[in-house]
Nanobody, 124 residues
């Protein structure tokens, strides 16, 4: 059974940092595209960042570029999202996702596997 489990969310103040983790089990995603999405209350889910296995190629939404950094440790089957300079508009449930396809760069999807999400709340 494939599982993606996020952790690291919480309540922080504007300007603070958080690091989210996503640990995969049930199959290897070492050659898949993996990504982070978020969904704020009353809004649609939006793309945040993605990372490929090869050369750690990355892609970011304009809203987080320069503040967030995505990375992965294939040996630990874990992906990370380092979030700096957090703002109230970053408040959302953050989801990690992975593609079933391998050796293919699909930063915006489609994604086949999803985690349950972790809440990030940024107070002003």
């Amino acid at each position: 059974q494939v599982q993606l489990v996020e952790s690291g969310g919480g309540l922080v103040q504007a300007g603070d940092s958080l690091r989210l983790s996503c640990t995969a089990s049930g199959r290897s995603f070492s050659t898949s595209t993996m990504g982070w999405f978020r969904q704020a209350p009353g809004k649609e889910r939006e793309f945040v960042a993605a990372i490929w296995w090869r050369d750690s190629t990355t892609n970011y939404a304009d809203s987080v570029k320069g503040r967030f950094t995505i990375s992965r440790d294939n040996a630990k089957s874990t992906m990370y999202l380092q979030m700096n300079s957090l703002q109230p508009e970053d408040t959302a449930v953050y989801y990690c996702a992975a593609t079933r396809a391998t050796y293919t760069w699909y930063p915006r999807g489609p994604y086949d596997y999803w985690g349950q999400g972790t809440q990030v709340t940024v107070s002003s």
